[in-house]
């Protein structure tokens, strides 16, 4: 190619991902337009144009060069010899093409795609594009991942790690599945605007049965005006809960599942498990309800003609038998049939409303007698104010009005149907719930202004005696006061069918009821499948998932219209419904006053996800939506509301149980962060104070489950009361990528989470144990939250490895107390680390699995004589009595060693009987030594004289020894054994010239002079002695704790302390080395 610069790096047969050839820009040769190099031509470019789809490479074209997306080249700023036209042929490495006209195109090797030079250079970093932010199943479009930072910033002969996405974002099988059938099932699916989708189907579930056979007679009770505030109070708390549903829905895409995907994004699987399985079933049984309100009116029809088939309770059964069969057949036919039989009750719905108003001015003599005289002043007057009878109430009446509110997530509930949820969840929710309480409001109104309270239905009852008729109807000419005795059928407290009596043609209000109930019924009956569907998919209740699957281009949940189906079918059946209608009530309730507190706890949270584009809400308007939802609970019926919240609660309890492996970054997540923000920074501003002292561990465990025995020991003294962050110090030479950290970071924890330990994992790269150990020392922790203790496991092998080595592990030592930390050592005498067992994880004892919720106390080594151990296996008959069990895979047995060395590590977590622990306390170091076993529950060996000093500290123990020969001289042959011990690393300076003395020691920091041997040699004794007296009275203690001798930095060379702490804890029980800061951490004061 004519101008061509020499690439960055010299390509070979398999070229690099960040390869970069750099063409001279608009070449003057170039008589013709310049193609893409030739040297790899897209592989799957078999006609030199345009790539098949599947030879797309991770990068694809994005929005920028579509021009219908954003434009053209100059409304992006690009330069004016720049094109945004894709060009025909793709080059394999990322080059600037200049033609003959002028345009300039840009193309990568990695990605086959082009990129502008939209900021004068060569690059191939992407300008924002929307689909970026997809989700990997997104609907709407296909997920593009933008160049992560490690191929924009590592450098050009780095092998990037190819099988990442960028942000972390790794789809998972399930995703890929969903993405799979959207894309397959693209374009034959139907979607619904905010009209067809939401606006009719609120309406059609607001205006139910009540509208027509309730209405009246509630104006009858509470009067117009009381009526209208009836009205109006349903209207606020179904406004209130629009506004917040209103506010989830355009706080980001909403799929299906209605009422529960927005509780449960919000709230958390916690709060949207318990009210999506609820809500599902409330809508299952409300099927049945409307059924058999529909059946009732049938067979009250037939009774009038005398066709009844059975009995009116069989027939019951049978009309609505046959009805949730045929609502079954139209649901099950897809939506889109679904949505046109909505749109034909509607119409006969509006008719049938319309035919009420135009039979309202239509009064004639025949109907008189019944009670309506048309639109009259003093009718309206004497309707106005309330007149309960029959021991009913504003509350009673209010909670029999309520439930014909309770429609108005009908279009939220097939939200994964609906072309734009965000827009339309609003538009059609607010409408709907505007228009139904107009009509309400105006239908009140009318029945009060035109029908009185009581009328007789016979023509003969005219007025006779004008001074006792008092009443509305005595000035229209009739006297209906023999109706205060009681058993007059019409008029508004008496006729369940005043609409059909005001109508102008009657038949046409039965259509009504039927055009209301069936199309309530076809609501529930679609909406109950999809919110469990969605619930199902989300796995929080293990076993439902066979209800997850769709089928068809809608992704129809059959399977839930069944299930659906058979629930509705069941209470149909029973034909008795009046004890479950108020629970059902209260369920949407409950479910209306989750989704107010969801807005308030968001805003609350103040989450920077919390953006609706929905402007109109407030959270503390939400948060009296949310209690007045639970006061409307306990209004309509008080044990029903007891049963829904206790429903609830052990839904929630059961779901925080099970802790489903799911995050939707909800507000409880933010406030959360916010609350423990908050503590910390507070803390922050408090000083430390003796009383509040608690220990907090660093411990240097390596991955987490390398040393159970050490975590599960320090987290038998931490849980709920101190921090303890497990240390992890990986000495590599492979500079580690963020994606393999991030990932062994997220395992680890959950590792710690799933073993239910309280405590964090942190991890740094260093050259060695010390260097690493002082980052974390310094780095660890955030305000008072930050270790004061460092613990680490005894360095059995370090007479087998290189001193320097060990010159490390005391270093780190000395440098923990030069930060004033506390330290910790556990000897075990069967070695800590169990990584080299294969699947060690996996391997668990019988006896090992602690009951859910016991205790877990410090236990002792397995010991094969003692008799106190029956709780558990003893070393010889281990294999015989609880033989290990391998999960998962099956692999190669264990050998003893590595078997015992496993069982040894799970000591500390099981749960033990009789025993002790022994404790040594030799040193004053400021009390941290006795806090840190407050926890345990056995003292037994103490120093002499500290009955008194425990007791003021308030401290249990059992028992207290005094030892008096403490300071008698060791045995010869331990002394022996000691001396054997040190001699390869002495620096021997008395058989050598003294400047090769000194070399030698400056070279090997850690060998012991004759000098140091002589200075300390009281010291030593006293290490042989103590362990000898370990031996004597601590050889049966499960667990024996001890002030940890210290060692002069800078004086007693490593090797010789190293030998001290090897003699001090040789062939004993479990023994914890323990010193403290020399801090008071105890008082007796108040």
């Known amino acids: 190619m004519s101008g061509q610069k020499p690439s960055l790096r010299s390509g070979d047969s398999a070229q690099s991902r960040f390869q970069v050839d750099v063409v001279t820009e608009g070449s003057p040769a170039a008589p013709a337009p310049v193609p893409a190099p030739t040297q790899a031509p897209a592989p799957a470019s078999t006609d030199g144009s345009k790539p098949p789809e599947d030879s797309k490479g991770r990068f694809r074209v994005v929005g920028f060069m579509d021009p219908g997306a954003l434009g053209s080249a100059m409304d992006i700023g690009l330069p004016p010899d720049v094109s945004h036209e894709p060009d025909t042929a793709r080059s394999d490495s990322v080059s600037l093409h200049s033609t003959g006209t002028g345009h300039t195109h840009i193309s990568d090797s990695h990605s086959n795609t082009y990129y502008m030079r939209t900021f004068g250079h ?159 079933f409330a809508n299952a049984v409300a099927v049945a309800m409307y059924v058999v309100g529909f059946a009732e009116t049938v067979v009250e029809m037939l009774n009038d003609v005398d066709a009844l088939m059975t009995d009116e309770l069989n027939d019951i059964r049978i009309v609505g038998t046959l009805t949730i069969i045929l609502l079954l057949g139209i649901s099950v036919a897809g939506m889109e049939w679904e949505a046109k039989a909505q749109i034909v009750l509607l119409v006969i719905l509006l008719a049938a409303i319309v035919n009420y108003f135009i039979g309202s001015f239509m009064s004639t003599e025949s109907k008189e007698p019944k009670g309506f005289f048309g639109y009259n002043t003093a009718i309206f007057i004497e309707n106005l104010g309330p007149d309960f009878r029959d021991d009913e109430t504003f509350f009673s009446v209010f909670a029999i009005f309520f439930p014909a509110a309770t429609g108005i997530l009908a279009g939220a509930n097939i939200s994964g149907d609906l072309t734009d949820p965000q827009s339309a969840i609003p538009k059609g929710t607010l409408l709907a719930i505007l228009i139904t309480g107009i009509t309400y409001v105006f239908v009140a109104i009318s029945a009060g202004s035109c029908v009185v309270r009581d009328a007789t239905g016979d023509h003969n009852d005219t007025v006779s005696d004008t001074v006792n008729c008092t009443d509305a109807a005595c000035t229209l000419g009739y006297d209906f006061s023999i109706c205060k005795e009681g058993g007059c059928q019409f008029g508004l407290m008496n006729d369940f069918q005043v609409m059909s009596l005001v109508s102008g043609f009657g038949p046409l209000i039965s259509a009504g009821i039927f055009s209301a109930t069936l199309s309530s019924a076809l609501a529930s009956l679609v909406s109950a499948p999809k919110v469990f569907q969605a619930l199902c998919k989300d796995n929080i209740y293990p076993g439902l998932g066979v209800f997850a699957k769709g089928y068809g281009k809608n992704n129809e949940p059959l399977r839930g219209y069944v299930l659906t189906f058979c629930i509705g079918l069941a209470f149909i059946l029973i034909a008795e419904l009046n004890i479950i209608a108020p629970i059902i009530s209260n369920f949407f309730l409950a479910s209306y006053a989750l989704i107010n507190f969801s807005v308030f706890h968001a805003s609350l949270a103040n989450s920077p996800g919390w953006r609706p584009s929905f402007k109109y809400y407030n959270m503390w308007v939400s948060l009296a939506g949310a209690i007045l939802c639970c006061v409307v609970m306990f209004v309509i019926n008080w044990w029903a509301a007891l049963v829904t919240l206790l429903i609830v609660l052990a839904l929630y309890i059961y779901v925080s149980y099970k802790k489903p492996d799911v995050n939707w970054g909800s507000s409880t997540q933010a406030l959360i962060y916010n609350q423990a923000l908050t503590h910390c920074l507070n803390l922050t501003g408090v000083e430390d104070h003796v009383k509040n002292f608690r220990p907090q561990c660093l411990v240097l465990t390596g991955y987490p489950s390398s040393r159970p025995a050490l975590l599960q020991l320090v987290h038998s003294f931490t849980k709920n009361v101190g921090l303890m962050v497990c240390g992890h110090i990986r000495t590599v030479t492979r500079r580690p990528n963020f994606k393999e950290l991030s990932q062994d970071h997220a395992r680890c924890q959950r590792w710690l989470n799933k073993k239910r330990i309280k405590a964090f994992y942190t991890t740094v790269f260093s050259d060695n144990l010390r260097h690493g150990t002082q980052f974390l020392l310094q780095a660890v922790g955030l305000g008072r939250l930050k270790p004061n203790t460092l613990v680490m496991g005894f360095k059995n092998n370090w007479s087998d490895g290189d001193m320097r080595d060990v010159e490390i592990y005391i270093n780190t030592i000395h440098d923990a107390f030069d930060l004033q930390f506390g330290v910790v050592i556990l000897r075990l005498q069967d070695a800590l680390d169990v990584s080299h067992i294969q699947g060690q994880d996996e391997l668990l004892s019988s006896h090992e699995k602690p009951p859910i919720g016991s205790k877990e106390v410090v236990v002792s080594v397995i010991l094969p004589k003692d008799s106190d151990f029956d709780s558990c296996p003893s070393k010889t008959t281990g294999n015989q009595s609880s033989p290990l069990i391998m999960r998962g895979k099956t692999k190669s047995p264990l050998s003893l060693t590595d078997q015992r060395l496993l069982e040894t590590s799970q000591q500390f977590k099981k749960k033990q009987g009789k025993g002790t622990i022994d404790v040594w306390w030799l040193f004053d170091d400021g009390g941290q030594f006795l806090l840190l076993h407050t926890a345990f529950s056995f003292w037994s060996v103490c120093p002499i004289r500290m009955a008194m000093l425990l007791s003021r500290f308030r401290i249990d123990f059992s028992d207290i020894h005094v030892l008096g020969d403490i300071n008698t001289k060791p045995k010869k042959h331990n002394k022996l054994t000691f001396k054997e011990l040190i001699e390869p690393y002495r620096l021997k300076e008395d058989d050598m010239e003294q400047e090769a003395a000194e070399r030698l020691k400056a070279q090997e920091p850690w060998r012991i002079t004759d000098n140091e041997l002589e200075l300390y040699k009281a010291k030593t004794n006293r290490q042989i002695r103590l362990n000898e007296l370990l031996k004597e009275h601590s050889n049966a203690a499960k667990l024996i704790v001890m002030s940890m001798p210290l060692a002069r930095k800078g004086t007693v060379s490593s090797a010789l302390y190293m030998c001290w702490l090897e003699t001090l804890t040789k062939d004993v029980p479990p023994l914890l080395l323990v010193r403290g800061n020399h801090q008071s951490v105890l008082t007796f004061y108040s």
């Not at 399930?174 to 309406?203: D, H, P, Y």
């Open 122 to 280: 060569n690059t191939i970093d992407a300008v924002p594009n929307i689909d970026f932010y997809r989700q990997t199943a997104a609907p709407f479009g296909e997920k593009l991942s933008r160049p992560s930072l490690s191929e924009l910033h590592d450098e050009l002969d780095k092998e990037p790690f190819e099988d990442g996405l960028a942000n972390g974002d790794e789809p998972s099988a399930a995703e890929e599945a969903a993405a799979l059938a959207a894309k397959e099932g693209k374009g034959g699916t139907v979607k619904f605007g905010w009209v067809k989708g939401v606006l009719v189907r609120c309406m059609l579930n607001i205006w139910g049965v009540m509208l027509f056979i309730r209405m009246s007679w509630i104006v009858g009770q509470a009067g117009i005006g009381l009526t209208i505030a009836i009205i109006l109070m349903a209207s606020v708390v179904t406004t209130i809960t629009g506004l917040s549903t209103s506010a989830i829905a355009t706080n980001g895409f909403v799929r299906g599942g209605g009422a529960y995907y927005l509780i449960s994004r919000s709230l958390g699987p916690e709060f949207g498990g318990s009210i999506g399985l609820i809500f599902a």
